[in-house]
């Protein structure tokens, strides 16, 4: 038997910290060495300097530690950081890599024209800020600062954010919102008025019963709440998962509920109508917070657990049991909110679904189920006010979207197509640390979008693929090269942690807030960027809360008590809820006001052809997305992605395990490369999966380039969601192309 720790392989694989620290980083610092002679130079004397992880955004807090000559060795977890406790997951232990990547972009590049033909040359950091510039104040004089916009995902947001507003325009996106966790935040502000945000407030430490809905905790690494899934599974919890694929947390659960993709809301409604039905729902917590009730329980009556039969696959006895699990645990049980959840177009209605269960469970503001979050308040030196932005992307919207409480990354690409019914011409980009190509379904939308710009400027530290479309790529260094803004996190209890650099920048590289200062100087908006360096702007604010940058420095993670005593609701407390009508909005008002339907309803979504698989995507433990593809600590440990196929299919086509093939979609795009064949139980016949990240198509990342295929390339049928415009990526269907592609063409 194996223990069940084994699945949660964070703590175990920290230890690979001492694995990579071996051959292959001394390979590659020897190497550099060689190539680099200042390497290590540096102000920095310290064996071991704070940071925090930058390749997810669950933001582990950690220290780098070097040797005697100043050589980063590895980076580990800080035992005080409440998002991690100490331990790194693999991905940050491989962290490191993006360092030591050779591969990196090393200087800034500008696009010009040689011999008719487009390239690339070397520019100076002035030179390129100057080109940037100009093109910023012409694009202003012509159609106006508001047709500039910022995509970004990562810390460098903030500071050209700042820019972008002084400069008068607040197109700011990040595809964590409309690509990621946009209709959870809308679904849950709509039930309860308040989102769920990151890392997620769910008890998972302390739940007997945690649902899963396709988040594939285990695979997804968000270090906290695996750690805590893991805590909660040695004392007992019942795990329920719900997912198509057998996943590493299906392997650990209870009951693994393999769902015919897309019928999810189904399974919620039918849920809801045993817990209504045979009255297990928390009677006195509805009576007292919830607002809707009569009405929901009309409205499920005809989702009976038969009727799910029928559309999910799943048993009616399995639905019942279910069911009556989560209410033995209640209020300790966490139907989980997930964290990409843009599926199918109507998610927004699927977590209303989900964070109704959880009302009628009562799990909302309970010890195992979602506690209160708390957040440092870490006061911001005094800005003067922005200009006010005449116009932006919302205007190109026709009214929809109006929920949508952030910028759609989506919807400020749209906006940037000129059409004859609205022309928005957004003409300016600057994109930050998000390979927009692979972030954004539709590619070829996304590509003609860039191409109707008059400036796009890529600041990245990899030479993505979104670098190639750039008129000027600014080169960052990685995040153990630089400071960055502190990170206040939310949490049980509230906490900050400190940036800072480990060693120099390699190459020609800077970090993101001298850029966004530089250029403010071109374009006079220095009033924005009173500091003279980012040092002394986080010392300014560390002192406003009685610490220092000194202090942080040597701790690293600064823990600070809850200014309120309300991590659960008290016995029969009373609380005001930020909804319409101060209750959980069973029955929502606010949807019903925009015209949507105030109570999810199910609807069927279209099912693959003959002869065709619907195409499901997920993650692997040791990569993040496709910012991992190139580092060679994490291909050291996966270097390209499989697709997951129904032994019954394999057969079918006559596929064998390690076959490579190409795989072409229901608009007929094929893939640009082969993808290896994985034929396992552990995936339902009417799909196929694979890891999102990978099929990179661009040569300067020669670990990266060509190995297996992007999921994205192959997403070409986007269903919008109509209440936020969250992106849905799962209504596409692929089959196998087993003879060679290029023979073809
Ligand atoms: N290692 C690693 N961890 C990560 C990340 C990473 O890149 N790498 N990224 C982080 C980020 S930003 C996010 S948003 C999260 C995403 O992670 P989650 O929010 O946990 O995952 P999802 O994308 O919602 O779900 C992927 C799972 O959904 C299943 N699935 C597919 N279709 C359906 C369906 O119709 N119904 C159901 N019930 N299940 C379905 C797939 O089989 C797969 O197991 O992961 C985070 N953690
Ligand atoms: N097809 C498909 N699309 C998806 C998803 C999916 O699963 N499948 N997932 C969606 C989700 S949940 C999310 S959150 C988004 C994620 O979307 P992104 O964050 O855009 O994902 P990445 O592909 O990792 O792109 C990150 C980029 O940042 C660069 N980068 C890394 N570190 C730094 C740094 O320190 N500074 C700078 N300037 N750049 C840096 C990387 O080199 C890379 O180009 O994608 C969404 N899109
Ligand atoms: S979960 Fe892993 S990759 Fe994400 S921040 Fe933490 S250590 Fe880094
Ligand atoms: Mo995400």
Redesign the pocket.
Known sequence: MKSRRQFIKISSLSAAGVIFGGGLLETFADNLLKKNQSFFKGPYDFTRTPTYC?VC?WKCAGWVHKDQNGRIKKIIGNDDDPNCNGRFCPRGTGGVG?YFDEDRLKTPLLRVEENGEQTYREASWDEAFEFIASKMKQIKKEHGPECTALFT????GKYFGKLLKGFGSNNIAA??YA???GPREVAFLATYGQGINSPENTDIRDTKCLVLIGSHLGENMHNGQVQEMSDAIDKGATIITVDPRFSTAASKSKHWLPIKPSTDIALLLSWMNVIINEGLFDKEYIEKYAFGFEELKAHVQSYTPEWAYGVTTIKPEQIRETAREMANAAPAVIVHPG??V?WYGDDTQRLRAVAILNALLGSWGRRGGYYNPEKATVPHFKLPTFPKPNKNWRNAMGGKYELADLALASGVCDASIPTPEFDCSIRGWIV?????I????DQQKTIAAMNALDLLVV????P????GYADVVLP????MERYDSLRVSQGREPSIALRMPAVDPLYNTKP?YWMARELAKKLDLLQYFPFENIEEEIDWELKQVGSSLEEMQRIGVKRMTREFDDLYFGDNEDVEFNTNTGKIELYSTALEEEGFDPMPKFTQHPEPEEGFYRLI???APMH?????ANNPNLTDLMDENTVWINPKVAKEWDLTNDQYIFLENQDGVISDFQIKVRVTERIRWDSVYMV??FGHTDKRMTRAFGKGI???QL?TNVMVDPIMGGTG?RGNFVTFRLDNKKSEV
């Not at 995902?153 to 460098?156: A, D, F």
């Not at 600041?459 to 990899?462: A, N, S, Y």
């Not at 993040?624 to 991992?628: A, E, H, L, M």
């Open positions: 930058e955004f993006m995902h990562g810390s460098g595809p964590s690509q990621c966790r964290r990409h843009t930050n640390g998000t390979n927009l692979n972030t954004l379904p600041v990245d530290t990899m993505m693929e979104i670098t960052e260094c990685t995040y993101a995507y997920g993650r993040t997305f496709s910012r991992t999102h990240g992007s999921d994205t997403i990526m």
